[in-house]
């Protein structure tokens, strides 16, 4: 898999394996242990009402990757990337430790832990990997298809791991697994050190004297997205749902501006690059509000719609089977006081006093995204590489408007599934289609993204315009958590679906639309950029 490969590349893949496996372990339970009653002991979560689960849930993921905006900057001009790397890694584990500690308080300390070792993490890492080829490389997108396995091979196997753990033991030790995942990954990161010294370790320009960027950042964007929160909390939550969104919104506009003015202000020879950058991050917003609905309205459907009987899935699972009463955490003695799932079930349905329902574990659906990555991700490759020896491989803004049609697909699935349900539970093959389908999309748009990122970002700028890419991650994430609230609002749930699709089918037509454009600034660049290296050479 690595082979003709930089051999930093396969460092870098498993520290992003381990870390994303303690990621998306937590973020698989996230919402359950939420929702779970709060009760002593360790099987006990903190008893939050749905609509403010899921306010909490669009929050934490919009400030985990808007946080990664200040990280890159960090990064470009003072720590370097791979120093930002440790100390995020380190703030994160220490987050997810913190959240085996039960109690409100030690919940939102942990949650800032996370947020702020993420901003470090994430937008450097994935600048270390394109920092590892040279301009021009050919193998840079492949590089990235490949890097993106080991996000999804740490996300599939941690559910399980995480099922394990909190219906056997409670949930503090599946959320200390996460603490060790990550430390795992940086003990991976610091062997492979001899592997990475030669990458740019800063922005082409940044230095440690290099402190004109800083007072920018507070008083462009820090001071002015504080005030703006503030306003946004206090006058217009009405407007918005909520003050939390209303303030996130609100403080969301000095930093899009700032963007704005990095591109008003860049040299000529910039401008193409970054606005095309910029028009790529508006419109995937889009699809993370579809996608990182997985650990909020498919969890839920997951949940209570769901038909998780053992049996509904054949034997492929069984061997994850829960008792029913671990999984929910109550009695079946009396039908009409066990948990949500049995609600819409019909009494003739459910168990018989006495007996133990099985049940598949709710955060084993999550690895069915993951699962289908690591499948699809060699197949995918390949046949590009197909494409590439015949000169037909499509260019990378192509590739991401098939991957926002497909997500459009991927939604009118669920809005299916809730058509066929009625008013009870719908197959289980509902949720793995719609999973499979949004899988093919993502591998059509995220790797592809970032790979796009690092192949057009002005170098004095490339962690910056890396963490413009999560910056749109962030607002994406709060929208889902937005229309994951609407959930007992709306007259139907295939209503949230169908915002799915329309948006998403709109945002391909606009890519699309684009596509002409963005590769004709990628040639300008490329050519720019091979006319430097030639000077600089000569």
Request: hydrophobic share 50%; charged share 15%.
């Amino acid at each position: 898999m690595f082979k003709g490969h930089p051999r930093g590349l396969p460092v870098l893949f498993f520290t992003e394996m381990w870390e994303r496996f303690g990621y998306y372990l937590m973020l698989g339970i996230f919402s359950l242990y939420m929702l779970d009653p709060n009760e002593a002991g360790p099987f006990g979560g903190m008893g939050f009402t749905r609509e403010w689960a899921a306010e909490v849930y669009g929050s934490y993921l919009a400030l985990v990757y808007l946080t990664p905006f200040f990280g890159g900057i960090i990064a470009d001009r003072f720590l370097g990337y791979r120093k930002s790397v440790f100390i995020g890694g380190v703030l994160m584990s220490a987050g997810y430790f913190a959240l085996a500690i039960p109690g409100v308080t030690m919940f939102y300390v942990a949650l800032l832990l996370i947020v702020a070792g993420n901003g470090f993490f994430k937008p450097n890492i994935s600048t270390l990997v394109g920092r590892l080829y040279p301009e021009g490389s050919k193998l840079k997108d492949s590089g990235y298809n490949i890097f993106y396995m080991g996000i999804n091979i740490g996300a599939f196997v941690c559910n399980f791991v995480a099922a394990l753990l909190r219906n056997r033991f409670g949930w503090g030790y599946a959320f200390a697994a996460a603490g060790i995942g990550m430390l795992l990954g940086l003990v991976i990161f610091y062997l492979g050190q001899k592997h990475l010294k030669e990458v740019h370790d800063r922005g082409e320009e940044g230095s440690v004297a290099d402190t004109g960027i800083i007072g920018q950042l507070i008083f462009q964007v820090i001071i002015p997205a504080g005030i703006a929160g503030v306003i946004g909390y206090l006058f217009f939550g009405g407007v918005f749902g909520s003050p939390q969104t209303a303030a996130f919104i609100f403080a969301a506009i000095p930093v899009i501006a700032y963007f704005a003015m990095l591109l008003i202000r860049a040299p000529h020879h910039e401008k193409g690059p970054i606005g095309a950058l910029l028009s790529i991050f508006a419109v995937v917003i889009v699809f993370w509000m579809i996608f990182h609905q997985s650990g909020s309205s498919l969890t839920y459907w997951a949940e209570e719609n769901t038909r998780r009987e053992a049996g509904a899935l054949g034997p492929v699972l069984r061997f994850f089977q829960f008792d029913q009463d671990a999984t929910i955490g109550t009695s079946i003695q009396n039908p009409d006081t066990v948990g949500s799932y049995w609600r819409n079930v019909p009494p003739q349905e459910r168990p018989e006093p006495g007996q133990r329902a099985t049940l598949i574990s709710t955060e084993i659906f999550q690895s069915i995204n993951p699962f289908f990555i690591v499948f699809l991700t060699p197949l995918l490759v390949g046949f590009f590489g197909w494409l590439r020896r015949r000169g037909k491989e499509p260019s990378t803004p192509a590739k991401i408007a098939w991957g926002m049609f497909i997500t459009a697909i991927s939604a009118l699935f669920m809005v299916m599934a809730v058509w066929v349900a009625g008013n009870g539970k719908a197959s289980a093959w509902w949720l793995v289609a719609t999973y499979g389908i949004i899988s093919l999309g993502e591998l059509c748009l995220s790797p592809m993204g970032l790979a796009l990122v690092s192949r057009l970002s002005p170098k004095r700028v490339t962690a910056l315009m890396m963490g413009g890419w999560f910056l749109a991650t962030s607002i994406g994430n709060k929208l889902s958590g937005v229309l994951a609230g609407l959930w007992e609002r709306v007259p139907s749930l295939d209503w949230i679906f169908l915002i799915n699709f329309v948006s998403a089918l709109a945002a391909a037509l606009v890519i699309a639309a684009l596509t002409p454009w963005i590769r004709r600034v990628m040639a300008a660049h490329e050519t720019n950029m091979a006319g430097k290296a030639k000077k600089a050479g000569g």
